[in-house]
């Protein structure tokens, strides 16, 4: 009697346990939150620089090596950390199985996509 209660028991929560990725999911989050915080003043520090200065040298800001460097790296991190975020709440609040796999790979196809078209964007300015 106890084996099936116990087999009961371990039927309930299969599936419920850990799948193993929520820790690296957590660091994820806050080694982009902190690799954020410098690129952001960095990158906010510069545009104000850059108010009033003529397309060109915007242009030629973005297309230098180490601007457009860091340009990639606050794109990955931006859009990767946003990824992550959203990932967390759709997880928490989407009940229904099937919507909240249509959204996660809607986030998470969207975040690709965007991100890719702002790190080609900003090498095709490198490499001009």
Request: one cysteine or more; hydrophobic letters at 55%; a positive charge.
């Amino acid at each position: 009697m106890k084996t099936q209660g116990m087999r009961t028991m371990l039927g309930r929560v299969r599936g419920l346990g850990s799948a193993k990725e929520g820790v690296e999911h957590w660091w994820m989050q806050r080694v982009t939150a902190v690799a954020l915080v410098p690129l952001l003043l960095w990158f906010v520090i510069s545009v104000i620089g850059l108010v009033g200065a003529p397309y060109e040298a915007v242009v030629s800001w973005m297309g230098h090596p180490v601007s457009g460097l860091l340009l990639i790296l606050l794109i990955v991190a931006v859009f990767h950390h946003a990824q992550l975020g959203i990932q967390v709440v759709l997880e928490d609040y989407v009940h229904n199985e099937g919507a909240k796999i249509a959204c996660l790979l809607a986030v998470k196809g969207a975040a690709l996509l965007l991100g890719g078209i702002g790190v080609v964007s900003v090498l095709k300015l490198m490499l001009r």
